[in-house]
């Protein structure tokens, strides 16, 4: 079963808006662990009722804050447990600060593969996000291609994998969904949304510069 739908409903900026309410009425409390957290991309707001091509539709149950419920990534492996092996691949693109981590934590299930490129840069030289140092950058891209060979060949008992990146370009894009067998997941925002998130974020005014190199490589699908 396609799950495009859904997809596409945690993208969408009525549940971005809705969630990220209910996160501040919160106060950044898991309503299971009662632990606070303070960066709100780490809370997951949870549907109670799995929402499914069908429902998803109806906001009386997406977008109704009775059956949302604000909990932490921990809490949020918990409840969604998942057996059998799928392994379908996701690849999730978008401007930098469209919120393509908070998706994936939404989306995502204890058991699934997530590569996340920045987070690999960080996890290899311990820079600051989008710091870079370009000596290193062989020893980075074997990491990744190492797990995207993984990936690509099945590898391993993962349930998903989800492979987190800006990937503006549609044909560099698109040439790795194929080699992998990936779908796609575009964290859908706009250039105004993403640098007001910039300006209530406490990440350094570089970042402005990241945001238009993005929309200025990007090439929608289909064009
Ligand atoms: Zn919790
Ligand atoms: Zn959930």
């Given at each position: 079963?396609?799950?495009?739908?859904?997809?596409?409903?945690?993208?969408?900026?009525?549940?971005?808006?809705?969630?990220?309410?209910?996160?501040?009425?919160?106060?950044?409390?898991c309503?299971?662990?009662?632990?606070?957290?303070?960066?709100?991309?780490q809370?997951?707001?949870?549907?109670?009722?799995?929402?499914?091509?069908?429902?998803?539709?109806d906001?009386?149950?997406s977008?109704n804050p009775?059956?949302?419920?604000?909990?932490?990534f921990?809490?949020?492996?918990?409840?969604?447990?998942?057996?059998?092996n799928?392994?379908?691949?996701?690849?999730?693109?978008?401007?930098?600060?469209?919120?393509?981590?908070?998706?994936?934590?939404?989306?995502?299930?204890?058991?699934?593969?997530?590569?996340?490129?920045?987070?690999?840069?960080?996890?290899?030289?311990?820079?600051?996000?989008y710091?870079?140092?370009?000596?290193?950058?062989?020893?980075?891209?074997k990491?990744?291609?190492?797990i995207?060979?993984?990936?690509?060949?099945?590898?391993?008992?993962?349930?998903?994998?989800?492979?987190?990146g800006?990937?503006?370009?549609?044909y560099?894009?698109?040439?790795l969904?194929?080699?992998?067998?990936?779908?796609?997941i575009?964290?859908?925002s706009?250039?105004?949304?993403?640098?007001?998130?910039l300006?209530?974020?406490?990440?350094?005014?570089?970042?402005l510069?990241?945001?238009?190199?993005w929309?200025?490589?990007?090439?929608?699908?289909?064009?």
């Open positions: 079963m396609s799950m495009d739908k859904v997809h596409l409903f945690y993208c969408s900026k009525p549940w971005r808006d809705l969630s990220y309410r209910l996160k501040i009425e919160a106060k950044g409390r309503s299971r662990c009662g632990e606070v957290i303070e960066d709100f991309s809370l997951i707001g949870h549907h109670k009722i799995e929402l499914t091509e069908d429902n998803v539709d906001p009386n149950i977008l009775i059956h949302i419920e604000i909990i932490c921990n809490c949020h492996n918990k409840e969604h447990r998942r057996f059998g799928k392994q379908h691949v996701y690849i999730v693109y978008g401007s930098p600060l469209s919120g393509k981590s908070t998706l994936v934590r939404e989306l995502m299930q204890h058991g699934d593969i997530v590569l996340d490129m920045d987070a690999l840069w960080q996890a290899v030289t311990f820079q600051p996000e710091i870079k140092p370009k000596n290193v950058r062989f020893n980075v891209f990491i990744r291609d190492d995207l060979d993984q990936i690509k060949t099945r590898y391993g008992q993962w349930y998903d994998a989800y492979i987190i800006g990937y503006p370009d549609k560099e894009r698109e040439r969904a194929q080699s992998l067998g990936a779908e796609f575009y964290c859908e706009t250039k105004e949304e993403c640098i007001k998130r300006e209530q974020s406490n990440k350094p005014k570089q970042w510069e990241y945001i238009n190199d929309w200025e490589k990007y090439s929608p699908p289909g064009q």
